[in-house]
């Protein structure tokens, strides 16, 4: 895999996390995203911090298939706000990076603060914002998927 360097790529979004900057410029960007990533970027509950599918306050899983060109990330819900638990699945992955203040435990970030998807020239790129580090996949197009999850009092 090779580093890209997002903010030569996207311009002055990248990096940001800035979620009303984000908001109001992802009108303009969104017709640029691949399907999926539209799809997802663009649902109206994504975005809402009070909705069951919004991002935020999600819990980094597990990163499967780092190294590839096939990866899953797995997110867990939290029983206070969401009812369900989000995969997301990328292919043709060109670029993969965890910045953690912490490698050895590079995947265990935090709660999810929130998101950017970006066009990019090899499709898009999506950047995670969690408690604890970032991770950014660059791809050709993403899949996400909210699956039925049992809450417990052990979630």
């Known amino acids: ?20 900057r984000y908001l109001s ?29 919004c991002v935020k306050d999600l819990t980094l899983r597990a990163v499967r298939g780092a ?11 939290n029983c206070w706000k969401h009812d369900r638990d989000l995969l997301i699945r990328y292919a043709g992955v060109s670029s993969f990076s965890v910045d953690s ?25 999506h950047e995670i914002a969690c408690w604890d580090g970032t991770l950014t996949i660059v791809c050709p197009d993403l899949q996400a998927t909210w699956t039925e999850t049992a809450c417990s009092t052990e979630s």
């Open 1 to 20: 895999m090779q580093y890209v360097d997002l903010d030569a790529q996207v311009g002055d979004l990248s990096g940001v996390l800035d979620p009303a």
């Open 25 to 53: 410029h992802l009108p303009s960007i969104s017709g640029d995203l691949p399907p999926g990533a539209r799809a997802f970027a663009t649902d109206a509950e994504h975005y809402d911090f009070s909705s069951r599918r």
């Open 67 to 77: 190294g590839g060109d096939e990866l899953m990330v797995e997110f867990q819900h």
């Open 101 to 125: 203040a912490d490698e050895e435990r590079a995947t265990d970030l935090g709660a999810v603060i929130l998101d950017e998807i970006l066009p990019h020239t090899d499709g898009c790129s």
